[in-house]
């Protein structure tokens, strides 16, 4: 009873955070508000993997940082606390896994690369189902949840789609998102296969998410990207900059949203550096 208790106590904490001050009810308004809330505020990063310290992926731990305005992480962190959260609301939410890819060969190596969740039970006249699929782990993915049936959608200047299959469902991102689609499983991870998941995508030795910082936030107009030392706003008043001084850079993960509270300056200072020579060996190569 102990840690239930808890765990509301930091959903609550990650509500305030959002804006929600109330328990909110557990309805399909709440839900898109928490998602647009989430999306626009707490950023999708890397930033402590960059550092040498990916964070746990334990959805209490996560929730009880991010609840007290520390950094989340990315997918296993967002849609981790995402899960808990809602289900301390009351909503009915059914765990999913998937992986992104760009091509077919890609699509045939299966790996989990990719925490998700639907929620079911919120029947509406454009969704007679009731099932949603909210994600705040796709970094430029979506803006607020979308039904979980086949078809085309529109979120401001992105266009998406949706094809679902009896085991899952498949997202195509708009042709301006950082990746081209990711394949979702309707089944629960265990334990041992998220920790697993997460120690091969933040291994220091060529993980996925440990190769370059980046650092993404969904606005309702405009995805805004930091990769490395390149700042990129797609959707509208579209814009691209390379932040190569240190205090510009840094400027620029504030601005995203990431906080700086408890890291290490010289740490800082050589990821910094590391990310921008690499930037400097990309431009040459263009």
């Given at each position: 009873?102990?840690?239930?208790?808890?765990?509301?106590?930091?959903?609550?904490?990650?509500?305030?955070?959002?804006?929600?001050?109330?328990?909110?009810?557990?309805?399909?308004?709440?839900?898109?508000?928490?998602?647009?809330?989430?999306?626009e505020?707490?950023?999708?990063?890397?930033?402590?993997t960059?550092?040498?310290d990916?964070?746990?992926?334990?959805?209490?731990?996560?929730?009880?940082?991010?609840?007290?305005?520390?950094n989340?992480?990315?997918?296993?962190?967002?849609?981790?606390?995402?899960?808990?959260?809602?289900?301390?609301?009351?909503?009915?939410?059914?765990?999913?896994?998937?992986?992104?890819?760009d091509?077919?060969?890609?699509?045939?190596?299966?790996?989990?690369?990719?925490?998700?969740l639907?929620?079911?039970?919120?029947p509406?006249?454009?969704?007679?189902?009731?099932v949603?699929?909210?994600?705040?782990?796709?970094?430029?993915?979506?803006?607020?949840?979308?039904?979980?049936?086949?078809?085309?959608?529109?979120?401001?200047?992105?266009?998406?789609?949706?094809?679902?299959?009896?085991?899952?469902?498949?997202?195509?991102?708009?042709?301006?998102?950082s990746?081209?689609?990711?394949?979702?499983?309707?089944?629960?991870?265990?334990?041992?296969?998220?920790?697993?998941?997460?120690?091969?995508?933040?291994?220091?030795?060529?993980?996925?998410?440990?190769?370059?910082l980046?650092?993404?936030?969904?606005?309702?107009?405009?995805?805004?990207?930091?990769?490395?030392?390149?700042?990129?706003?797609?959707?509208?008043?579209a814009?691209?900059?390379?932040?190569?001084?240190?205090?510009?850079?840094?400027?620029?993960?504030?601005?995203?949203?990431?906080?700086?509270?408890?890291?290490?300056?010289?740490?800082?200072?050589?990821?910094?550096?590391?990310?921008?020579?690499?930037?400097?060996?990309?431009v040459?190569?263009?």
């Amino acid at each position: 009873m102990d840690i239930l208790l808890a765990m509301e106590h930091e959903a609550a904490g990650y509500l305030a955070r959002l804006g929600l001050e109330a328990r909110p009810p557990a309805t399909v308004g709440t839900l898109f508000e928490i998602h647009r809330r989430h999306a626009e505020r707490i950023p999708y990063e890397n930033l402590h993997t960059m550092l040498g310290d990916p964070p746990a992926i334990g959805a209490a731990a996560t929730l009880a940082r991010v609840a007290t305005g520390g950094n989340a992480g990315y997918c296993f962190h967002h849609n981790g606390v995402m899960t808990t959260a809602l289900r301390a609301l009351g909503y009915d939410v059914v765990p999913a896994w998937g992986h992104n890819w760009d091509s077919e060969a890609e699509r045939a190596d299966v790996y989990v690369g990719h925490l998700a969740l639907s929620v079911r039970g919120l029947p509406t006249a454009e969704n007679p189902g009731g099932v949603w699929w909210p994600d705040v782990g796709c970094g430029d993915g979506l803006h607020e949840p979308l039904p979980l049936a086949a078809g085309e959608y529109r979120q401001g200047p992105f266009t998406y789609r949706l094809d679902v299959r009896d085991d899952g469902w498949t997202f195509h991102h708009d042709a301006q998102g950082s990746f081209g689609a990711v394949d979702l499983f309707d089944e629960a991870l265990t334990p041992e296969q998220a920790d697993a998941a997460h120690r091969r995508l933040t291994a220091p030795d060529g993980g996925a998410y440990a190769r370059k910082l980046v650092v993404q936030r969904r606005l309702p107009d405009a995805a805004e990207t930091l990769r490395g030392c390149q700042f990129t706003r797609t959707g509208s008043r579209a814009e691209q900059v390379e932040l190569t001084t240190y205090d510009d850079w840094r400027d620029g993960l504030r601005t995203l949203g990431i906080t700086l509270r408890g890291i290490n300056d010289d740490a800082l200072r050589g990821l910094f550096d590391r990310s921008l020579a690499a930037h400097r060996d990309w431009v040459a190569t263009r």
